[in-house]
């Protein structure tokens, strides 16, 4: 039976590889993904390592927040010489950071905000101290001048010498360019832009005068970091916290691998699809083989071969298909892995050169999910080739009787509604493992009533094709007489495009939802930002303070962000506003108390938030801040608004006193469009837009990510379209009499290519419009449980979604076009004696 097998696999040459294929596709884009966040993972740490491996200990103010740069909490830079008098303790240098932003000489800022932070440090002139390493130029010699990273400087093209303008949290001010400076072996930290000042000016410019962000030193030889490490935690005070080099390391490369994890996961879970999609094509594959062999196997049957021999054989192929195809899917994976660091490029994260990374872990992954799949995908159809009985060798055709199979349409409706539940019960609970077991569980009860609604849809999608003559009925009958199969190429593609219409619909209910209650509660004419992350960007407060006093302004609200964690919650975007004039840019609906007189102790809360933690107003509320911990009175209690306020907030006097950079993420502005432009022009990182182009800009980033996401689809798409093309050249080879027939008594080469590429349009749109209409569902479900979030208005736009299924519809056709050929060229005489 394996000789056999082999031979089987070698007089059908075409379709074993259009099956390894679709494996191939699927397996590179995993062990792509593997390899490439195995790659950028090490390259990161092994160059996260070098730049500190000369730090022996580390002194910083603890916090369990996470912070961005400039946004930790900051320590006494005294202290510096108590540990500088530390026995053992070598060389002590203090480090500084904040935001600082470079400005191109064209008066551009440079790099790109929504992509990496901005941000400035202190020059350590202790080389062993020093992340940094000179590329040209020299180290600042006073406080006018300062050293840029080499990507800015390329990007730029500044060179040593040029003077440029530097954005912090005072007033822009000119430098001398005195040198340009990778981070380790790398051009930039991550793709971020970077500026680096003398002790006195980041002192002056980052933090405030005696602060210090941390305290590196190196030792002594012979000493330990660990003993270095509690000698100097002795003679420090218990507000500080002392930690090796060795942990400093490890703690950096931990969050770059916390950030970076995100993205691995997305590329993951699109790997996957590719995989699952692929499946549904083994499957089809598979099963269409069995149909076709019934006669051979119920002759092996009745020589002699059992059940259990039949069934191992089917599996045999198709575990040499997928020993293949993995094989070549991970020859492929390093190809991918090339393709998404040069993705990252484009995105603005610079990937530091290194040794690709091909792990044993990646290499078993991606073979065994290959071969599994391949096998799991095969055992039905290779369970039913045992079950076929000797007498059936007599049969010359099998009849599909799946469209009226009771027993199958009543499980797949429990399977389908029992997925549609997890996925409501999952999004009402926000468990996010239940919504995902609910959309496989609704994929498997849909492609399971595939065959049920596979006569019927195709029945009426076949009624204009009928109005183009005999091959557009025949393609209608063709979908029709072979349920199963149609159902089961149309599953495939019925995934990719389920996905894209999700997405779709998300997309366009999160822009409707956003300009909706921007229109709604904002009621100021302009916004002021520089493009960035909440907590990654700053303008200077002064920008505000210029505008208070410009004619033609009527009302200016600083907003300003940071983490904390708010009785007992952590928040990545906690926010502080100028509350003297907040309600007259937001509405906030009824308010009890008095915004006004938040000051620097007082909170004001949601009444939602007011009700499901029992406050009223006097209420304590205790929060923790980077910069320590305060206890805060609830002022004020507000019913609208919460879209862009959050559910609490404090006054900027607030996030000053508990020690938070004096930074504005944004400027709310009610005025004369001339009068604050001519404010801002002096600031080359303020943005102003009035809502509809602060919409529009919002909405750019939602397209960006959708495009990226598409993108990604795009492969599972390709593999269902290389699905149907499979089906159809596997159903012409078991129709060759059937073809040979109709071309005998009249038909034509165009009518029978027509007829081919009809059905595959057919199977297209069946898929697509089961795609469209599970993904709107994912859509409205998404939306409404994420309401109390601002994601509120349903939006199915119809006419990209028409587009999704056209586009498919044409694609469906085009895969369609050499098994059209083929079926064109068939010998007429050839077809009729072919058994």
């Not at 000489?105 to 390493?133: I, K, R, Y």
């Not at 699952?276 to 009745?302: D, K, P």
Request: glycine content about 10%; charged content about 15%.
């Amino acid at each position: 039976m394996f000789a056999l097998t082999l031979k089987e696999l070698a007089a059908h040459k075409l379709r074993l590889l259009t099956t390894a294929f679709a494996v191939l596709l699927g397996v590179a884009f995993m062990s792509g993904t593997l390899i490439f966040t195995d790659t950028i993972g090490a390259t990161f740490d092994s160059a996260l390592a070098d730049v500190d491996a000369g730090v022996d200990a580390y002194v910083r103010t603890p916090t369990d927040i996470d912070t961005a740069y400039g946004q930790g909490p900051r320590l006494d830079a005294s202290i510096a010489d108590t540990v500088a008098a530390v026995e053992g303790v070598d060389q002590v240098a203090l480090r500084l950071n904040g935001y600082a932003r470079l400005v191109g000489p064209d008066g551009v800022p440079v790099g790109d905000m929504t992509q990496s932070p901005a941000f400035g440090m202190n020059w350590v002139t202790v080389d062993e101290l020093n992340p940094w390493v000179i590329s040209s130029g020299r180290a600042p010699a006073n406080d006018d001048e300062i050293v840029i990273d080499k990507s800015s400087a390329d990007s730029a093209g500044y060179q040593p010498g040029d003077v440029a303008t530097v954005l912090t949290k005072g007033a822009p001010r000119d430098f001398t360019i005195s040198g340009v400076a990778r981070f380790g072996e790398l051009e930039s930290p991550a793709g971020a832009t970077a500026v680096l000042f003398t002790d006195t000016t980041a002192a002056e410019k980052l933090a405030s005068p005696g602060e210090a962000n941390a305290i590196a030193m190196t030792v002594d030889h012979g000493m330990s970091q660990s003993a270095i490490a509690a000698a100097v935690a002795g003679a420090l005070d218990s507000d500080v916290e002392v930690i090796t080099g060795a942990d400093l390391i490890a703690e950096n490369q931990a969050t770059f691998a916390a950030g970076f994890a995100p993205f691995k996961a997305i590329l993951l879970v699109f790997a996957l699809v590719a995989m699952f999609v692929g499946a549904f094509i083994i499957n089809n594959t598979f099963s269409i083989t069995v149909a076709q062999r019934t006669r051979e196997m119920a002759l092996l049957r009745a020589i002699g071969a059992s059940g259990r021999q039949v069934k191992r054989s089917v599996l045999i192929e198709a575990g040499i298909v997928g020993v293949l195809a993995s094989a070549g899917g991970l020859v492929a994976g390093v190809g991918v892995a090339s393709g998404l660091t040069k993705l990252m490029s484009q995105l603005g994260i610079d990937v530091p050169d290194g040794p690709m990374q091909i792990s044993s872990t990646a290499l078993a992954m991606s073979l065994g999910v290959g071969v599994v799949v391949t096998t799991l995908s095969a055992w039905l159809p290779a369970r039913r080739a045992a079950k076929i009985a000797p007498i059936d060798a007599m049969r010359s055709v099998s009849v599909d009787d799946s469209a009226g199979s009771s027993r199958r349409t009543t499980f797949g409706a429990i399977v389908a509604a029992i997925g549609i539940g997890g996925v409501l019960t999952g999004l009402a609970v926000d468990e996010i493992s239940l919504v995902g077991v609910g959309a496989l569980a609704t994929f498997a009860g849909v492609a399971i009533l595939g065959p049920v609604l596979a006569r019927p849809v195709a029945h009426l999608l076949g009624v204009p094709l009928r109005l183009r003559g005999v091959s557009g009925d025949i393609a209608t009958r063709n979908a029709m007489r072979s349920p199963q199969r149609t159902a089961r190429t149309a599953m495939s593609l019925m995934i990719g495009v389920a996905l894209v219409g999700f997405i779709t619909v998300f997309a366009a209910s999160t822009k409707t939802s956003l300009a909706g209650s921007l229109d709604k509660e904002f009621v100021g004419t302009h916004i002021i930002s520089d493009g960035g992350y909440d907590n990654a960007s700053g303008l200077s407060p002064e920008l505000a303070e210029r505008l208070r006093t410009q004619p033609g302004v009527d009302v200016v609200s600083q907003a300003r962000t940071a983490p904390a964690v708010v009785n007992g919650t952590a928040t990545d975007a906690f926010y502080a506003f100028d509350t003297t004039t907040i309600d007259a840019t937001f509405q906030l609906g009824n308010i009890k108390g008095d915004l006004h007189a938040l000051g620097s102790d007082g909170i004001a809360v949601s009444d939602e938030e007011a009700t499901d933690n029992g406050w009223t107003l006097g209420s304590s509320v205790p929060i923790t801040f980077t910069g320590g911990e305060a206890v805060l009175t609830v002022e004020a209690i507000y019913t609208a608004g919460t879209d862009w306020v959050g559910t609490s907030f404090v006054d900027v006097d607030a996030f000053t006193a508990n020690g938070l950079d004096e930074l504005d993420y944004r400027v709310y502005v009610s005025g004369d469009s001339a009068a604050i432009t001519s404010v801002t022009a002096s600031d080359a990182s303020a943005i102003v837009q009035d809502k509809a182009a602060f919409i529009d800009s919002k909405n750019a980033d939602i397209d960006m990510m959708l495009g990226l996401f598409y993108a990604m689809l795009a492969l599972a798409v390709f593999i269902a379209l290389l699905g149907i093309a499979n089906t159809l050249a596997l159903s012409i080879c078991e129709r060759t009499r059937e073809l040979g027939l109709m071309r005998a008594v009249g038909m034509t080469r165009a009518q029978t290519r027509s007829m081919v590429r009809w059905e595959a349009a057919i199977i297209a749109v069946f898929g697509s419009t089961l795609g469209l209409a599970i993904g709107t569902f994912f859509g409205w479900a998404v939306v409404r449980a994420l309401a109390d979030q601002g994601i509120d208005t349903l939006t199915v736009p119809f006419t990209s979604l028409a587009v999704v299924t056209l586009v498919a519809a044409t694609a469906g056709a085009t895969a369609a076009v050499l098994p059209a050929r083929r079926a064109a060229r068939l010998d007429v005489l050839t077809a009729l004696v072919s058994q």
